[in-house]
């Protein structure tokens, strides 16, 4: 497809991070979408593939350097005419990419004045109350005297993060008075807040809209250890594409989506099932608002999902940005995917390349996890499919299973 054929500019920030992002640019290509790409890596450093798909690739010595990333939209702009699309995928980018929307007066995504409730814990609480969904009790951290308060109304444990994060990231469980002195002795500079301690298992609901908000695709993730002990603990890092979307998760996630006004849009919604009943919440089983993200989740995650749920999400994000609409059906079987993080540091009785022989056809991928994810999602990405739970636990087991000799 010559450049003449091509249609729509759409300018990727930080196309070659994660890796796999590639392929959302490969099936704009293919969609006759006009990609062009902005970042801090070489033109050497990207991936062949990755090079084919961009029309041209602007580098900036720092993504950081709003100058810089508003020169190569200026740059574009003079040489392909008026930019229709600026997108990143990726959380912290977010608002890079609704301050450029603003400058260049690009109305298919968010703008500055809109992304608050899409980066603020806070402000997505008032609109999970919109929709209709309990969510943890909270209040921004100011004061000791205002966080005893606040844990004499909801008790122990305190859940204290900031304001504007993701992935458990800087975020604590504090388990009684001396705790919340020894926090308040040296507070964060940045706004965070305090939250009731919730029992439960993260859901999720991700998926893609259209520009009237209407649910494209959609799956389900669980994740049953705490993602906060995983990043402060060491706690195994794994959890699992959910065969089909449960009834109560699928209500939970179109409402939030109409509450926030989402359209066109990968999203990524999280929950918490409730383990133990948790007065002015639910009970057990009770689905309870979390977090909203308007990007897809973290790591391998888009590639699970098409691995568990036989589609292709980055084709589907594709035809969502180029004609508004699903162009393919997919009606392959679905499985439980599963993805076991493992750590450097520990010694597991199953070599990674042990492990995948073990999985046999169930292996779908099995690689390293880029440094900058590393401490979240583990350093060695072990990724495969079942048809059943237990098989799941199995995987588990064996890939956390410690060489103690």
Not at 38 to 45: A, E, F, H, P, R
Request: net charge negative; proline share 4%; aromatic share 14%.
């Amino acid at each position: 497809m010559t450049k003449e054929e091509l249609y729509m500019n759409f300018v990727f920030i930080s196309p070659n991070f994660p890796e796999a992002y590639r392929w959302f640019c490969i099936r704009l290509r293919e969609n006759g979408v006009n990609v062009l790409g902005v970042g801090d890596t070489s033109y050497d450093g990207l991936h062949p593939d990755l090079k084919r798909a961009l029309s041209e690739y602007y580098r900036v010595d720092s993504l950081e350097d709003y100058d810089q990333v508003l020169r190569a939209l200026g740059y574009f702009t003079g040489q392909y005419g008026k930019i229709d699309w600026v997108e990143s995928n990726n959380e912290y980018w977010l608002e890079l990419d609704a301050r450029l929307r603003t400058d260049f007066n690009i109305t298919t995504g968010l703008k500055s004045n809109e992304i608050e409730k899409y980066k603020s814990k806070m402000a997505m609480k008032e609109f999970y109350k919109k929709a209709g969904l309990p969510c943890a009790r909270y209040a921004p951290v100011t004061d000791l005297e205002a966080g005893l308060a606040f844990a004499q109304e909801v008790g122990y444990p305190i859940i204290v993060k900031p304001d504007n994060g993701v992935g458990a990231i800087a975020t604590w469980k504090l388990k009684n008075a001396e705790e919340m002195a020894e926090f308040f002795r040296d507070p964060p500079s940045v706004q965070y807040l305090m939250e009731e301690y919730v029992s439960g298992f993260v859901t999720t609901y991700d998926g893609i809209c259209d520009s009237r908000g209407e649910v494209l695709f959609a799956a389900s993730h669980i994740t049953r250890n705490s993602i906060m002990d995983m990043v402060n603990e060491g706690v195994p890092t794994y959890y699992y594409v959910d065969k089909d979307v449960p009834a109560d998760v699928e209500a939970a996630g179109r409402a939030t989506l109409k509450a926030f006004g989402a359209a066109s849009r990968f999203f990524h919604l999280e929950f918490f099932r409730l383990t133990a009943d948790k007065p002015g919440l639910g009970t057990v089983g009770d689905i309870v608002a979390l977090e909203v993200n308007m990007r897809p989740a973290g790591g391998y995650t888009p590639d699970m999902l098409d691995f568990g749920q036989s589609v292709d999400v980055y084709q589907i994000w594709a035809d969502m940005v180029a004609f508004d609409e699903l162009r393919h059906t997919y009606d392959g079987p679905h499985s439980y995917c599963v993805y076991a993080g493992r750590r450097d540091e520990n010694r597991y009785v199953l070599s990674l390349p042990q492990l995948e022989a073990r999985c046999g056809s169930h292996a779908r991928l099995f690689t390293r996890m880029p440094d900058a994810l590393a401490g979240t999602m583990g350093n060695q990405v072990a990724i495969a499919c079942f048809d059943t739970l237990e098989e799941v636990d199995a995987f588990i087991q064996s890939a956390f299973q410690l060489d103690t000799v």
